[in-house]
């Protein structure tokens, strides 16, 4: 093949990119290509920063290999096609992905393709196992219980990593295209987009990961691997990350989860506005007040406003005070769990469809928990995975002078603080102590 276009959607690298690898591989000439779609702009300004580090990193890798990040703005589909056309490409790769949007982008760019008699070919790169690629037996195209999907998961042949591409040759006489400023974010502590930095924090995780079966709960020790912005924009690859971790089977577990979440999503693409199990969706309460408290981490119950604080000042939250929010939400506060899932939405750098819906839609009782009707007391979280309170006084400010774990009892805490006391509904000590 003389020439290939390489479309970038949320595969932001050039280690174990089978398309890219591919293309380089059988094309003299390629464009790798990013089109920024402007009506996805402003869905998260905190992830459009982190977007766009990784997309000028991404430029920084790929004129390091002779070639650049050749940038357009406009509907995908129509700037793919027409570059293609402008070069004479035989072919166009781009990793499979999920989502309602994606998988509409990918239609139409068949369509297109088969229009102009351009090969289309999508390759895997966003998960370890392909969503779809292990189904239960006896039927059923996805696993809607985790524990059986992991054990196929484990049991089931990976595909082996592509080599980074030495050097990569454009077609003579392509302009690049600016990269836009990169835009501030709503959230000051953000942690930096792009490959370089993923992949150096791949490497000093090693110096963790041997914790991780015994921290990865511990709220104040922060012992996870916080690779999730990582892998949402492919800074990382999934596949990569389980080769280094091998033998680490609590990280690898998580994984799982992730790649479980897009064969669920794969199977159900409404993940997002419908519940997946339509008897667990209650009668949500309409509460526009207590939902403002709960988005600005002041609903009185001071782990709760950790969480939601966290997520404000970082753009990423720790998993178990995930758990903890969106059971208070959905579970004491009664509010719909769409609610939970566009809020998360907006402000994760990590916040994708398949993760941050199923999640949600598990913590509901709507989704893949095989007990939905499991209740989260937050206190008793509280007590059990922050202990002695330094989670919450690191990000409750208004707390730092109460002591030990007795930050986390609403009922106890000084009434002089400049904190407020819990919601109408969440004044009784009783409240708490319901199971
Ligand atoms: P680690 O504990 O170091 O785990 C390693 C990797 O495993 C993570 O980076 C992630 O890719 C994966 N992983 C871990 N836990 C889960 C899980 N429960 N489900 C799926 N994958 C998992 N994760 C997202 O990536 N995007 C989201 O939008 C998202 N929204 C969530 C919403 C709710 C309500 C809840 C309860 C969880 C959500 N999660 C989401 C899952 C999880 O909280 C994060 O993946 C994790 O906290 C990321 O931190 P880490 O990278 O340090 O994880």
Same mark, same amino acid.
């Given at each position: 093949?003389?020439?290939?276009?390489?479309?970038?959607?949320?595969?932001?690298?050039?280690?174990?990119?089978?398309?890219?690898?591919?293309?380089?591989?059988? @094309?003299?000439?390629?464009?790798?290509?990013?089109?920024?779609?402007?009506?996805?702009?402003?869905?998260?300004?905190?992830?459009?920063?982190?977007?766009?580090?990784?997309?000028?990193?991404?430029?920084?890798?790929?004129?390091?290999?002779?070639?650049?990040?050749?940038?357009?703005?406009?509907?995908?589909?129509?700037?793919?096609?027409?570059?293609?056309?402008?070069?004479?490409?035989?072919?166009?790769?781009?990793?499979?992905?999920?989502?309602?949007?994606?998988?509409?982008?990918?239609?139409?760019?068949?369509?297109?393709?088969?229009?102009?008699?351009?090969?289309?070919?999508?390759?895997?790169?966003?998960?370890?196992?392909?969503?779809?690629?292990?189904?239960?037996?006896?039927?059923?195209?996805?696993?809607?219980?985790?524990?059986?999907?992991?054990?196929?998961?484990?049991?089931?042949?990976?595909?082996?990593?592509?080599?980074?591409?030495?050097?990569?040759?454009?077609?003579?006489?392509?302009?690049?295209?600016?990269?836009?400023?990169?835009?501030?974010?709503?959230?000051?502590?953000?942690?930096?987009?792009?490959?370089?930095?993923?992949?150096?924090?791949?490497?000093?995780?090693?110096?963790?990961?041997?914790?991780?079966?015994?921290?990865?709960?511990?709220?104040?020790?922060?012992?996870?691997?916080?690779?999730?912005?990582?892998?949402?924009?492919?800074?990382?690859?999934?596949?990569?990350?389980?080769?280094?971790?091998?033998?680490?089977?609590?990280?690898?577990?998580?994984?799982?989860?992730?790649?479980?979440?897009?064969?669920?999503?794969?199977?159900?693409?409404?993940?997002?506005?419908?519940?997946?199990?339509?008897?667990?969706?209650?009668?949500?309460?309409?509460? @526009?007040?207590?939902?403002?408290?709960?988005?600005?981490?002041?609903?009185?119950?001071?782990?709760?406003?950790?969480?939601?604080?966290?997520?404000?000042?970082?753009?990423?939250?720790?998993?178990?005070?995930?758990?903890?929010?969106?059971?208070?939400?959905?579970?004491?506060?009664?509010?719909?769990?769409?609610?939970?899932?566009?809020?998360?939405?907006?402000?994760?750098?990590?916040?994708?469809?398949?993760?941050?819906?199923?999640?949600?839609?598990?913590?509901?009782?709507?989704?893949?928990?095989?007990?939905?009707?499991?209740?989260?007391?937050?206190?008793?979280?509280?007590?059990?995975?922050?202990?002695?309170?330094?989670?919450?006084?690191?990000?409750?400010?208004?707390?730092?002078?109460?002591?030990?774990?007795?930050?986390?009892?609403?009922?106890?805490?000084?009434?002089?603080?400049?904190?407020?006391?819990?919601?109408?509904?969440?004044?009784?000590?009783?409240?708490?102590?319901?199971?």
């Amino acid at each position: 093949m003389n020439t290939a276009v390489v479309l970038f959607t949320r595969d932001l690298r050039v280690h174990d990119h089978p398309a890219l690898a591919a293309a380089c591989a059988n @094309a003299s000439h390629v464009v790798p290509l990013y089109v920024l779609d402007p009506s996805l702009a402003d869905i998260s300004p905190t992830r459009s920063r982190f977007l766009h580090q990784s997309l000028a990193d991404l430029r920084a890798a790929l004129r390091d290999r002779g070639a650049d990040l050749v940038v357009r703005t406009g509907d995908p589909v129509a700037e793919t096609i027409k570059m293609a056309l402008s070069v004479n490409a035989e072919g166009i790769g781009l990793s499979a992905d999920v989502s309602h949007y994606a998988r509409r982008r990918e239609e139409r760019l068949t369509d297109e393709c088969e229009r102009h008699r351009i090969a289309l070919k999508l390759f895997p790169g966003l998960t370890i196992v392909d969503p779809g690629a292990v189904t239960p037996g006896g039927g059923g195209s996805s696993y809607r219980v985790f524990s059986p999907y992991h054990r196929a998961w484990l049991a089931s042949k990976w595909r082996d990593e592509v080599a980074t591409p030495g050097r990569i040759t454009l077609p003579p006489d392509i302009p690049a295209g600016p990269l836009p400023a990169i835009p501030g974010g709503e959230s000051p502590d953000a942690v930096n987009g792009g490959e370089t930095e993923g992949r150096r924090r791949l490497s000093a995780w090693q110096r963790h990961i041997d914790g991780y079966a015994d921290a990865h709960n511990d709220m104040a020790a922060d012992e996870t691997s916080r690779f999730s912005p990582y892998l949402r924009w492919g800074c990382l690859s999934p596949l990569e990350v389980a080769k280094v971790c091998e033998g680490h089977e609590a990280f690898i577990r998580q994984l799982c989860w992730r790649d479980f979440y897009y064969q669920v999503a794969l199977a159900f693409p409404h993940l997002s506005t419908r519940a997946y199990r339509s008897s667990g969706d209650l009668t949500w309460r309409d509460d @526009a007040s207590a939902l403002s408290h709960w988005q600005d981490g002041l609903t009185g119950v001071p782990i709760v406003d950790a969480g939601m604080r966290q997520l404000q000042a970082e753009g990423w939250m720790h998993n178990r005070a995930r758990l903890i929010t969106a059971a208070f939400l959905t579970k004491h506060l009664g509010i719909d769990w769409r609610h939970g899932v566009q809020w998360f939405f907006r402000r994760l750098l990590d916040g994708d469809v398949p993760n941050n819906s199923g999640n949600w839609q598990w913590v509901a009782g709507t989704g893949n928990d095989t007990r939905p009707y499991r209740r989260f007391n937050p206190i008793r979280q509280a007590q059990r995975f922050d202990p002695d309170g330094v989670y919450v006084r690191r990000y409750v400010p208004e707390l730092k002078a109460v002591e030990g774990g007795a930050v986390h009892m609403p009922w106890k805490l000084p009434q002089k603080l400049d904190y407020p006391g819990p919601l109408e509904s969440h004044r009784d000590e009783a409240v708490w102590l319901r199971p």
